[in-house]
């Protein structure tokens, strides 16, 4: 089952403003991943956030993770038209080895 | 960065026929494998995850005579749907986890299509 909710479900922004995606999930967890889906195509790893960190940055990412909400955000910087894709969290559960997946938010990047 | 293939991308099938998806870590070696389905517009759910050499373990509500999963070598896990129906037609998914490693590398999926 899905433990992760997204929000906002869909964002359309213009290109050079900033992106960001938030995720909360329910239980206990080793770490936090955030993936990118172009339509109809398979994931993309881009980056994971373990339980004792708080925030990482790579290149125009900015992951952030509150265990005490259990919430991340994904901010994405000077946001572009190729960035357009579904973005979703997935969780590492503690009670086991599997990842479960957030519903999504599919971001538009107007040029 | 690691790479994980699936063979075929995409495959259209009739009801009743049984269709075989490969997953390979080409790369590394893939202790255990995962299998997705996803609908349109819609998250992944896990189907079942398949370790190395043992049988594969399914999520509740997941079909294991119809969803044949053999995880035979450290790099090749393969999905079988058994008579497939037109409710089966989806985007199937795989992705690995390295021996070493947290992160899981996705195949670029495979969308059947049952007439």
């Known amino acids: 089952s899905q433990q992760g909710e997204e929000d906002p479900q869909a964002l359309s922004i213009q290109e050079g403003e900033n992106a960001t995606m938030n995720c909360s999930y329910k239980?206990?967890?080793?770490?936090l991943q955030w993936y990118r889906q172009n339509s109809g195509r398979g994931l993309v790893h881009l980056i994971l956030i373990r339980s004792n960190e708080r925030e990482k940055h790579s290149g125009r990412l900015r992951v952030t993770l509150d265990t005490s909400k259990k919430s991340s955000s994904l901010l994405i910087t000077a946001s572009r038209a190729a960035d357009t894709a579904s973005y979703f969290c997935?969780?590492?559960?503690?009670?086991?080895?599997?990842?479960?997946f957030g519903e999504g938010t599919q971001l538009t990047v107007n040029p | 960065g690691a790479v994980v293939s699936q063979h075929p991308s995409w495959v259209i099938c009739k009801s009743g026929t049984s269709v075989k998806i490969e997953c390979r870590s080409l790369d590394f070696q893939a202790t255990t494998m995962f299998w997705y389905r996803q609908f349109p517009k819609q998250s992944l759910m896990l189907m079942a995850t398949s370790n190395e050499g043992s049988k594969a373990t399914y999520e509740q509500g997941v079909e294991k005579d119809k969803f044949l999963i053999n995880h035979a070598s450290l790099t090749l896990s393969t999905l079988t749907v058994t008579s497939a129906h037109p409710e089966d037609s989806s985007f199937y998914i795989c992705?690995?986890?390295?021996?070493?490693?947290?992160?899981?590398?996705f195949g670029p999926g495979t969308r059947l299509l049952v007439l």
């Open positions: 239980t206990s967890i080793n770490n």
């Open positions: 992705s690995a986890r390295s021996t070493r490693g947290e992160t899981q590398y």
């Open positions: 997935a969780t590492d559960e503690t009670s086991g080895s599997r990842l479960t």
